[in-house]
């Protein structure tokens, strides 16, 4: 049963940064790509970002690029998103999510986290 837990959201001003952490569990991690993905309040979700299960390739959308960096750990069982030069448009519910296969594919993440709220002030 896969399991994926985030943390590391919060209130931050504009400008700052945050670092969000999501660790995996149930399944051989490395062999699975990982997205971030992000829902702001009576808006639809939508991707964010994402990494092969190697961690060689990584994707963006035009929105963070720049700003955000995907990575992950193996060893640990942990994807992060570095998030700088926060704006109030990045306010939203973020989620993690498991992919079925080691590249990205899109709509292939099926598997979801419960999600981290990140609030960045004006």
């Known amino acids: 049963q896969v399991q994926l837990v985030e943390s590391g959201g919060g209130l931050v001003q504009a400008g700052g940064s945050l670092r969000l952490s999501c660790v995996a569990s149930?399944?051989?991690?490395?062999?699975?790509?990982m997205g971030w993905f992000r829902q702001a309040p009576g808006k639809e979700r939508e991707f964010v970002a994402a990494?092969?299960?190697?961690?060689?390739?990584?994707y963006y959308a035009d929105s963070v690029k720049g700003r955000f960096t995907n990575s992950r750990d193996n060893a640990k069982n942990t994807v992060y998103l570095q998030m700088n030069s926060l704006k109030p448009e990045d306010t939203a519910v973020y989620y993690c999510?498991?992919?079925?296969?080691?590249?990205?594919?899109?709509?292939?993440?099926?598997?979801w986290g419960q999600g981290t709220q990140v609030t960045v002030a004006a």
């Open positions: 999510a498991q992919s079925e296969y080691r590249m990205v594919v899109a709509g292939s993440f099926h598997y």
């Open positions: 149930g399944r051989t991690f490395s062999m699975y790509a």
């Open positions: 990494i092969s299960g190697s961690g060689t390739s990584t």
